[in-house]
């Protein structure tokens, strides 16, 4: 039987219903797009760059784990050391494979120079994931000079790393200092002459003032720390007391008997040296360890005499200067010379001028020193991994990253 076909009205009546109304754009679907978790940020990147900075991020967390296991384990294998002379004596640490990039680490004032064995600990660990580290005699640091000579002395020592391609293959090198070092190699890199040729810096126990960390430093009770204290007046107190030789020995000797445990042995150095000066001179140091109003009534003259030097030797004042990619702050949670206020203005400081800067405050140091943290298991762990994020920024800004293969990951070797 036929049957005909019978129109649809209904669809024509809604068709011509809806004929007057706008039409809806068809729905499209969005691209494909990634998570960067780049410094703990959520940020939609296109999904190359995002596997290139995923890649980059993770490689840098790798290492630094492996820079705290050997900096804590004291391992560093396949880590070759030479020496060379440039401004002064430098030991270079490296592995023999192609390197991640060129850094110089500087060590503190203290009389053993660039032998300082916990900053060799530090070039090694470095060395040991991959790069060429370069660590200097400074000679006004190794003489404890608390003067501007130390930073013309690293400005200079990395101009002249940085012309030699056979040292430094892309120009540019990265900075890691300690307390006043960390400060004199911030300035330098603020330096017309190199400050170009920087990529980033790390700084361990820094500060920002000079005049206020020496403050601090001198009104600590006579059973704290008492390093800085001589350092600082090893320096200045002729400043408050005149010429006195046999005063400033007294403190160069202390400054020695602290650096190298000697105090409460027989290598002792001091209290047989103030057996023997003028009874005024022995009297007068033990009046500036123990008795800490007179000791800032002297600070105080001290402080007016020099305060355009410590002006001058303030990274604060040099932070719109800089122009590396990055500036990384470690400072110790138990720091008895410099307090952690000082980092955290720096800190502030240098994120005001617009700087890339990260800030880790950790259980894990003192004032260069390792010590294990007196916390909860869970406190020591989130202080671990703060530690890795943040070795991690300064060795992703460190590394060369114009060659996919210095970035290769070949973190925990079978002999750590």
């Not at 024509?12 to 499209?28: D, E, H, M, N, Y």
Request: aromatic share 8%.
């Amino acid at each position: 039987m036929f049957v005909p076909a019978v129109p649809n009205l209904r669809r024509k009546r809604r068709s011509a219903w809806c004929a007057g109304k706008p039409q809806r754009p068809p729905v499209q679907a969005p691209r494909l797009r990634a998570l960067s978790l780049r410094s703990a940020s959520t940020r939609l990147v296109p999904l190359p760059q995002a596997t290139r900075r995923l890649w980059q991020d993770w490689s840098a967390r790798l290492l630094s784990a492996e820079l705290f296991a050997r900096l804590a384990l004291e391992r560093f294998p396949q880590v070759v050391e030479t020496k060379l002379q440039l401004n002064s004596l430098v030991r270079r640490f490296r592995r023999l494979k192609s390197t991640r990039g060129t850094l110089v680490v500087v060590h503190g004032i203290n009389p053993r120079g660039a032998f300082d064995p916990r900053l060799e600990h530090v070039a090694k660990a470095f060395a040991a994931i991959g790069f060429d580290v370069f660590m200097p005699n400074v000679p006004a640091l190794e003489q404890l000079l608390v003067q501007p000579s130390g930073v013309d002395q690293i400005e200079q020592l990395v101009l002249n790393l940085t012309r030699q391609r056979e040292l430094c293959p892309d120009g540019r090198l990265s900075l890691f200092g300690a307390s006043i070092s960390g400060a004199m190699s911030l300035i330098a890199a603020t330096r017309p002459s190199i400050r170009d040729r920087i990529k980033a810096i790390c700084i361990v126990g820094g500060f920002a003032s000079t005049a206020t960390v020496s403050e601090e430093i001198l009104k600590l009770p006579p059973d704290a720390d008492d390093y800085g204290r001589n350092v600082m007046f090893y320096n200045f107190v002729e400043y408050a007391l005149g010429p006195n030789d046999a005063l400033k020995h007294a403190f160069y000797l202390a400054i020695h008997d602290n650096h190298f445990l000697r105090r409460g042995t027989a290598a002792e150095a001091l209290p047989g040296y103030l057996a023997q000066v003028d009874a005024e001179v022995a009297s007068t140091y033990w009046r500036l360890q123990n008795d800490v109003p007179y000791r800032m009534h002297i600070a105080e003259r001290v402080m007016a005499e020099t305060a355009h030097l410590m002006r001058i030797l303030s990274p604060v004042e040099y932070v719109h200067d800089l122009r590396c990619s990055r500036v990384v702050l470690v400072h110790g949670k138990f720091d008895e010379v410099v307090p952690v206020s000082e980092a955290e203005l720096l800190y502030a400081k240098l994120r005001a001028a617009g700087m890339d800067t990260a800030l880790c405050i950790t259980g894990f140091i003192g004032h260069g020193d390792k010590v294990l943290p007196p916390d909860s298991l869970g406190v020591v762990l989130q202080d671990a991994l703060r530690m890795v994020d943040t070795w991690a920024s300064f060795i992703e800004a460190a590394a060369q990253r114009d060659r996919r293969k210095d970035l290769r990951v070949h973190a925990f070797d079978t002999t750590l």
